[in-house]
């Protein structure tokens, strides 16, 4: 878990800070581990379905424009990048490399269905993706190099002539941090900040995402279980109670897994392997009556509940607890793409 400052226990984090306030975080991470290297990310920079985008900053005097390039890129073009003044941002960095998704194991007092996304971003000296805000909250974590983050709850005016396309705001002064490997800043929705690189740097975000109903600056840490959306989360959400499960384990179309073939299912139910494992791109969740994959929902019994549970806790089962899900179950969330399902052998 990320080292909070202070005396700040993970219950005063969630009353005073989330959703609420920014909270810089020196030294939060001893170093940012698992990690990627810049070569690591090129590479996934160049793959199909990969979202990948390099922002340039161009300076005119004393004016700066953004401009953004979306992937994928060739190598030769990622070779020849200039020195400075640009960066190079991948999302969904976990589902591509599943071994990144201990990074979320920093955050244990935040839903796991709250997070959208670990994205990795490297920038040349001077680079960053300009004066913007996010309508989510989100980790910034420092890996290697030097970044000058600036922020502020001031409301600051959009400025569409520095760039149309990455919703941008005028330049601001706000509190200054030095970020270096380590250190986090945590902001919550619809604060403007801004990110320069002062060294070459790596910075891994851990973005959250809640359906625009959705909110949640009273969450409270005894919700907080893998998977599982509670009662109180339940009731933020109002009516739309199987719409916030859905809205939650949404996946990007490129990103949903390929639902195995029927031989291969009939071989999983007929002949379980040792472990069932999640795949490394499924969206699983679950509240007291439902489960929820990839964006669908299906009832649960109690007995079910209390497997799938399990399933996200360890986002694997054994074969031996896979009986406590009805076969039609198992034929129902693997095709929805929830399983790693081994080649017919
Ligand atoms: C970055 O890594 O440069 C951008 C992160 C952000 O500002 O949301
Ligand atoms: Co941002």
């Known amino acids: ?9 993970a219950e005063k ?16 991470l001893d170093n940012v581990r698992p990690s990627v290297t810049r070569n690591e990310l090129a590479w996934l920079a160049t793959l ?6 390099i922002v340039f900053t161009d300076r005119r005097g004393d004016r700066k424009q953004y401009r953004v390039e979306t992937g994928p890129f060739d190598d030769e073009y990622l070779g020849a ?13 976990e589902k591509h490399l599943p071994a990144l998704r201990k990074l979320f194991d920093h955050v244990p007092f935040i839903p796991d269905w709250r997070i959208d996304d670990l994205m990795v971003s490297f920038a040349a000296p001077g680079g960053g993706v300009g004066p913007h805000r996010d309508n989510y909250d989100v980790f910034l974590c420092q890996g290697i190099g030097i970044r000058e983050w600036t922020y502020t709850s001031a409301p600051i005016a959009a400025d569409e002539a520095a760039s149309s396309d990455l919703l941008l705001v005028e330049e601001f ?13 945590y902001l919550p929705p619809g604060i403007a900040h801004w990110g320069t690189a002062q060294r070459a740097c790596m910075t891994y975000s851990i973005g959250m995402r809640a359906p625009q109903y959705y909110g949640d600056p009273d969450l409270e840490l005894s919700e907080v279980i893998p998977g599982y959306i509670s009662k109180a989360a339940l009731d933020r959400a109002g009516e739309q109670t199987t719409e916030l499960g ?24 007929e002949k379980p392997s040792q472990k069932l494992e999640l795949h490394g791109m499924a969206r699983v969740a679950y509240d007291d009556d439902h489960v929820y994959v990839n964006g669908k929902h299906r009832k649960v019994t109690e007995k079910e509940r209390a497997a799938v549970a399990e399933l996200c806790a360890r986002r694997s089962l054994d074969s031996t607890r896979l009986v406590a899900l009805s076969p039609d179950l198992v034929s129902w969330l693997a ?3 929830a399983f790693e399902i081994p080649e017919i052998t």
């Open 1 to 9: 878990m990320l080292k909070l400052p202070g005396n700040l226990s």
């Open 13 to 28: 984090f969630l009353a005073y800070h989330w959703q609420k306030k920014p909270l810089y975080m020196p030294r939060a």
């Open 48 to 53: 199909e379905d990969v979202e990948s985008r």
């Open 81 to 93: 990048l200039p020195l400075r003044d640009w960066t190079l941002l991948v999302h969904d960095i």
């Open 173 to 185: 002064s706000g509190e200054q941090k030095i970020c270096v490997e380590g250190d986090v800043l």
């Open 246 to 269: 859905r809205t939650v384990t949404e996946v990007k179309e490129w990103l949903r897994p390929e639902p195995p073939d029927e031989g291969a299912v009939k071989q999983l139910l």
């Open 335 to 337: 095709s929805k793409g």
